[in-house]
């Protein structure tokens, strides 16, 4: 299992978790991103710049994942793209995106961005909180151990 980080936008405490869990396990890890970022000097992490662009970030990983491999994004499209290759797709707050829900997550996504097309306030997302650390740490944590079994 290949980790995959949609880097632009993820947290840093949710970067330093994977590193850890790279260098726990051995996992490689790639964050992909539109910016240069520092990553740990480490046989198993490596970090890609794409160029400035809508979507970029994305596109490298769509290209690139791997059936099983796991990708970390909040992008809805990204993680349906994921999910269609047979890949996990986990959100910085830990949600697990799967067959089972990515159509719904999807479809409610678009919904919204319509409406914010159209004028309408629909607010943001949450503020990141130590709760959202813990869920996507718990989360990791399992995807990693199964993988590891099976």
């Known amino acids: ?13 949710i970067k330093d978790i994977l590193f850890r869990a790279s260098a726990r396990t051995g996992r490689s890890l790639t964050l992909v991103a539109n910016q240069y970022l520092r990553v740990p ?5 490596r970090m890609i710049q794409v160029p400035g662009g809508f979507d970029e970030a994305d596109k490298y990983i769509a290209a690139h994942v791997q059936a099983g491999d796991l990708v ?15 890949a996990h797709a986990l959100s910085p707050k830990g949600e697990l995106f799967g067959k089972e829900n990515i159509r719904e997550l999807l479809d409610m996504r678009n ?23 813990q869920a996507f740490a718990n989360r990791l944590d399992r995807l990693l151990q199964s993988s590891a079994r099976g």
């Open 1 to 13: 299992m290949h980790i995959w980080v949609d880097a632009d936008a993820c947290p840093g405490v």
């Open 41 to 45: 000097a480490s046989a198993h992490v």
């Open 72 to 86: 970390i994004t909040a992008d809805i499209p990204l993680a349906a793209d994921v999910v269609a290759r047979d």
């Open 111 to 133: 919904f919204m961005d319509t409406l914010r097309n159209t004028g309408v306030d629909t607010g943001g997302p949450a503020p990141f909180s130590a709760a959202d650390r």
